[in-house]
Structure formats: C-alpha cells, structure tokens
C-alpha cells in the first residue's frame, strides 16, 4: 500500500469514527423517546400514522408478538415487490413500456430488497419501470433496514430491562426508524446526490446523437452495429439511448440502509450513481455510518457507552488489516503481467496494479476500500468488480461476508449479529473459569447459548449446503462462465452474499436462472429470520432477568482483553466454517497464478 492509498483509507476511518458518537446519541434519544427538537417537526407526523394504522403507542410486546409482527409486515411487503415487478407493464410511471418482470425473477427481488440483501439478477435501468423502482424496491430499502434496527433495539432493551415482559412494540420502533433517522438523513444525502450530479427526474430516456457519426458499420439483424444489441426500429449505431429516472431518492437510502440495490446494472460504478471523487467519499461513508454509530447508542441505552466502544473497537480491529490486505494485493498486481514486462507500477502517470475492472476515477485506493467497506456492512453495492480483482484481493470481501456480516454489519442486523457473538464469547469464558458467564449483569445460560448457537450456524450451513447442490447440478453448472477454482469462487461468493444478506457478487456468475433465483432467494429468506427469531428469543429471556451486581469474578467486558478474545472468537469461528471450502476456491487460485 502507497502513501497515497494510506492517506485515504485513513481519512475515511477517521471520519466514520468522528461521527459514530454524534450520530449514536442522537439515535439513542430517539428509540428511549428523549424530547427533541425535531419532535416539532415530526411529532405531529408520527401521531398521524398511528392514528391512521390503530398503532398504540404505549402497548408493548413480548417477544413472540414482535416476532410475529416483523414476519407479517415483511411478509405482506414481498407480495407487494412481487406484484408491482409482475404488474408493471400495466401501471404509470413506465415511459419505456417495461414489460412483466418473469416470475422467478420476481420471486428473488422480493425476497432480495425485504430482507436487506438486494441482490440483483437484472439490470434495473432494463427491467424496472420508475414506479416499481420507487414504489417497490425504494420503500423497501426504508423498511427492511428500519426492521432491523427495531430488532436490534428490542435486543437492547433485553439487556437493559429487568424482570420485564416486553421488549417494545415493533410498529412504533419502525415508524421511529424510519421518519427519525432514515427518512432525514436520506433527504440530505438525496439533496447532495443531486448537487453532485446524480439525476432526479420522471422524463423518459435520453437519445444522444454521437458528435462523430460512422460513417459506415457492419450490418446485423435487428438494425445494430456489429457487437451490439439490436434496437426496435432499426439502429444505424449513430445514437444511444441514455438511462435516467429518479435515481437520487434510491441511491442515498440505498447507501444509508446497506441496502446496496444499484438503479442501474452497474451499480455505484456508473457515473449517473456515483459521478465524483465527493460522490464517492460520502456513499462509502454512508455504508458504514449507521452502523458504526449503532455500537454508541447501544452502550448509551445500556447505561455503559464503553460496552458500546469496546464493540467497535473490535469490529475496527478486524476492518482495517482486511482492508490493507484488499487493497495491497491490488496495488501489487497481476503476476503474470509482471513476467510480460508489463509496467504496474504507481506513478504520476497511472495508478498501477490491478486496474482491471476498476474505474480510473476512483482507481485502486477507493475500489479496494469500497469492496472491503460494502462486504463488512450488508451493502452489497460496488463501484468496481469484484470479479476482476485478484485472488487474494477478491477473498477478502468474500472473508468479510462470510464472517456473518457483523464488522459493522447491515444496519441494525450488524450489531445484534456481533452481540450473538459476544454471548458465545462470554460462554467461552465462563467455561474457561468455571462459573456461569454473565453480560451486562445478565447471567447467559443454556437457553441464550442455544439461540446463540442457532443464529451462528444457520448462515454457514446455507452457503455451504448452497454451494455444494450448485456445484454438482446441471443447472447449477450451467451458470458459470469460469472452469477450475475461479468458477467455484464464484459460487462460494453467491451462496455467501445471499445467506449472510449482502448482496454482491462476483458477475461472472449467471444467476438470473430459475435455479439461482429460486436457490438464492430461498438462502435470502432463511439468513434473514432465522436469526431474527433467535435474537428475539433471547431478547425475551434476557428482559425477564434480573441484573446481577458484578463481583470479583465478573469477567469485564469493556477490556482489551474482552476486546482481543471477541476478535479471536469471530475469527476462529469464520475459519473453522469456511477455510476449507476457500482453500479450493481463492486461496489455490493464487498459488496457480503465482506458480
């Protein structure tokens, strides 16, 4: 890693560090309902849609009527996504005539944008009409990230009640999501989206007229130059028809809620998505900002902000090495163009490295931390190609993701991720000393370790189960366009992203199948709820407790040490799931590159 590479990876940190607190409390005041200054504003908003929906404010639940909620609510918004995308040839806001979206298809964006995965096996900007852009997939991007921070909320409240029977009341805590804290920050962002360039608008297409027209080009069925696809009406390659739409309005929530569903096919490489070096910095900061700030209100709502510290602490201690591997094997190369002679070296004249499928606006220091940043968060969004990066450089997103989406993680779903694990650390512990293990002055016991360990196996048991079915299927098979351990990479990388709800992709795979969209949304739906469910149940079980004073023999949990055995835990368990099936995939992909 150059200077130049070092520079902006350490500001970026600095920066998401700098606004966690700021950003943390503010969302600690609003789920304990602290007076606000916004509540002028909002206040009136809010009583209006609980008056509209029979929402009662002061009604709590249990665990098992949360539960049920989250399921319902997420259940009735996958129908609407489903017959909107099937419906759109049908309705307004669809200049281009969009025809129906296939049913399989359909089925995996549903399942895709309602759990906060977004992954997405069609060109948005080819397949979806504004109003199913908007109305389907946009609305969706607010709602599955404000699901999950109301489950993270109610798994805090676990921890900071005692002897309670409830843990919240989910429609107030997504209602509370949403207009407080997505809805204004995603205004803003939308606002400087648009001052950047990114286009806001209800017009159709645009048809551009080439300033230096051909003269002349090979002739093809259908009216296109040769190469290209052939256009209704007849094409003389002298024009090209520019996307457009209300892009801005997808692009901030997209970021904000690690949703990472791209308006258009290429995602955040595309320049109407992200059309500068400020546009870049400040979409990659929105990946992670909720996120990282989640940590501070956790320890702000339970009484101790270092518990909230020492998780992100954790988290960044496993970020940064990652992210100097990602980036470093980029800058390094490509070997075999090394023993062409071929010149990769940074200099004033190129940016070096592996510049393959990378775009030179942003160059190797902002596509390596935007892999590593989109991957750490559930985002899923790209401004380079994963699939083009080396090796080593592509494994590091894939080891990201396959650590269970909790460095930093999706909004909401990260930290109550990480705290599943801080559980089994603390079991761990209690284990090594030979008492009962405790957190937050909560003895965890054997029904919290079994929820635990649920929400632990459920993700690596998808990917690996996926993968293999894949991978010995016809149609599976089909599916690769790359033989040898590129090709089972590729795989590896699909089954990860959607059973941890990510949502990227190496794109050298072909997954807009009926078996991928069928296969894939079905790992979608269970990553999402089976481990919500679990974190519900033990935010239960946690609320019924009493809290325990802490004696000599309470292990801390805001230490380094606390802090170094959580990182060794998350790593251990992340090797031991998955190292092996790596080994055939990335990991002997270098050694043949190198050899």
């Known amino acids: 890693m150059n200077a130049n590479n ?258 258009f096919n290429v995602n955040s490489a595309h320049p109407y998505e992200n059309p500068t070096p400020f546009s870049n910095f400040m979409e990659l900061e929105a990946i992670l900002l909720i996120g990282a700030a989640l940590c501070y209100t956790f320890g702000k709502m339970v009484g101790k902000t270092s518990e909230g510290w020492a998780i992100l602490a954790a988290m960044t201690i496993i970020f940064v090495p990652l992210l100097w591997v990602c980036v470093s094997m980029e800058q390094g190369g490509n070997p075999a163009f090394a023993k062409l002679g071929i010149d990769q070296a940074f200099s004033a004249l190129q940016p070096g490295g592996n510049m393959e499928g990378k775009d030179v606006r942003f160059g190797i220091a902002t596509s390596g931390l935007w892999a590593a940043a989109t991957t750490a968060a559930s985002n899923g969004s790209v401004n380079s190609m994963h699939d083009s990066f080396t090796p080593l450089g592509g494994l590091v997103p894939m080891i990201l993701i396959k650590l269970g989406e909790v460095i930093y993680g999706g909004v909401g779903s990260g930290l109550y991720g990480m705290l599943i694990l801080v559980l089994i650390t603390v079991f761990i512990a209690g284990l090594m000393v030979g008492r009962t293990p405790e957190y937050l002055g909560k003895k965890i016991e054997a029904y919290e370790v079994k929820m635990a360990s649920i929400a632990t196996l459920v993700p690596g048991f998808l990917v690996l189960f996926g993968s293999a079915i894949a991978v010995v299927t016809k149609a599976g098979l089909a599916g690769m366009s790359n033989p040898g351990p590129h090709g089972l990479s590729e795989v590896l990388y699909a089954f990860a992203s959607a059973g941890n709800n990510n949502g990227s992709a190496f794109a050298g795979l072909n997954a807009n199948t009926p078996f991928y969209n069928t296969m894939l949304g079905m790992a979608m739906f269970f990553a999402r709820y089976w481990i919500i469910i679990p974190v519900l149940a033990i935010a239960g079980s946690l609320a019924r407790k009493k809290i325990v004073p802490p004696s000599p023999g309470t292990l801390p949990t805001d230490t380094p040490l606390f802090v170094f055995f959580l990182v060794s835990v998350v790593m251990i368990i992340g090797a031991l799931t998955f190292i092996p099936a790596l080994a055939l995939g990335p990991i002997v992909e270098h050694l043949m590159m190198v050899a």
């Open 6 to 263: 070092f520079i902006q990876c350490a500001i970026f940190m600095a920066v998401l560090i700098l606004c966690a607190k700021p950003l943390g409390l503010y969302m600690a005041w609003v789920y304990e309902d602290a007076p606000m200054w916004i509540d002028r504003i909002l206040g009136p908003i809010e009583r209006l849609i609980y008056k509209l929906s029979g929402v009662r404010k002061g009604t709590e639940m249990g665990w098992k009527t949360y539960a049920v909620a989250v399921m319902l609510f997420n259940a009735v918004g996958m129908l609407a996504v489903y017959v909107l995308q099937r419906a759109q040839v049908h309705l307004p806001l669809n200049p281009m005539a969009m025809t129906p979206v296939t049913p399989d298809s359909s089925f995996n964006t549903a399942v895709s944008f309602a759990t906060n995965t977004n992954w997405q096996g069609y060109g948005g900007e080819t397949t979806m009409s504004y109003l199913t852009q908007m109305l389907a997939l946009t609305v969706q991007n607010f709602v599955s990230a404000a699901t999950g921070m109301a489950v993270l909320v109610a798994m805090i409240r676990g921890f900071a009640r005692k002897k309670s029977e409830t843990i919240g009341n989910f429609w107030v805590d997504l209602v509370r999501s949403t207009l407080y804290i997505l809805l204004p920050l995603s205004i803003v962002f939308s606002l400087y989206l648009v001052w950047q360039g990114v286009p806001q608008t209800f017009k159709p297409s645009v048809t551009a007229h080439l300033l230096q027209p051909k003269t002349s080009s090979p002739a093809v069925p259908g009216g296109g130059p040769m190469g290209s696809p052939p256009v209704a009406g007849g094409n003389d390659g002298n024009t090209q028809v520019i996307a457009i739409g209300p892009v801005a309005s997808q692009e901030a929530i997209k970021m904000l809620g690690t949703n990472g569903g791209g308006y």
